[in-house]
């Protein structure tokens, strides 16, 4: 058995103050490292509370996110077109109360109103028509807010547009699609018929609605849907801006379109655009032209088929100088056409 000295004695007790400090100091590590963790733990979660986040106003934000300040701008300029027949949709293109629609929404109408936005009743009378482009120009005292013209020429496939009319009498509605096809002509057997084609939802009562672009500037005017069933099924046509701009100045002008004419028929051939007709004493007779003549060119413009002769020809001002190429008996030629006016006998086909 060995004997403790007193030495011994300090060392035991020495050594057993260090381990009791030493539990100690752990105890208190372990206590603080759980109080730091619990400490960020609470310091990093949100206070209980329903998060909202705060409307942004801003244009960048309602583009990312929603087209209300495109429908917000643009509302006041679409309006309801009643006849007592049907009803359509008309968007304002003056500050003189001139108003576009589809000569469709109006036609045999013995009474036509307009109806805005906030539910106003104006009666209106129709200025003039254009049964070729299937547009019609009305009047009212009311003197809304008209819209802003695209240049139509500069819209491209993929482009997003949207539609607002009132389509089966529901009240304003906003759609919205791409451009799917631009100049998309020859969808009726009218050569003269030029549209832009989009899958933004076209039902009947869009008719006479504006297309608009992202700037909520007017780049067609809704006219017809192609479907089988009847309803939208992504193939929507507007005639566009730039044509609407010029068939409307020649309406508040005239009470009419005035197109160029020339006076002589022709059509497609393994040889070229063959003239077939030339109405004796019209402007192509005066100039030189025969039948069995192959029209090469109009005014230094290669010329494909007869349906670019008649846009062609339409487009031009009346008594304005044009020079058309052509072949015969091989041999080419150029005479000078003094263009006249489309006569009003001339119509589009049933749409």
Known sequence: MRNIS???SLIYTFRGDIVCMLKELLKYMVIGVIAGIASYS???QDSVSIKVSEPNNTKEFDANNSYNYIYNGVKNSVVTIKTDIGRGSGVIVTNQGH?????HVIKGAKKVVIITSDNQTHNAKIVG??????IALLNSAYKGKAITF???SNVKIGDIVLAIGNPFGVGQTLTQGIISRTNSGHITENPLDEFLQSDAAINPGNSGGAMVDLNGNLVGINTMNVSIGGGSDGIGLAVPSNLVKKITKQLIKY?????????MSAYDTIDGIMITKVLENGPAFKSGLRPRDIIVSINETKIMDIKEVVKIVASLEVDQKVVLTYKRDNQLKSTTIKVSAMP???KSIQR
């Open 344 to 346: 009003q006998s001339h």
């Open 255 to 263: 009470g009419r379109v005035v197109r160029g004419y020339v006076g």
């Open 6 to 8: 007193y030495n011994d």
């Open 42 to 44: 609470l310091l990093s």
């Open 150 to 152: 695209s240049d139509s």
């Open 99 to 103: 108003v576009v629609t589809n000569e």
């Open 129 to 134: 028509v254009d049964t070729i482009t299937d």
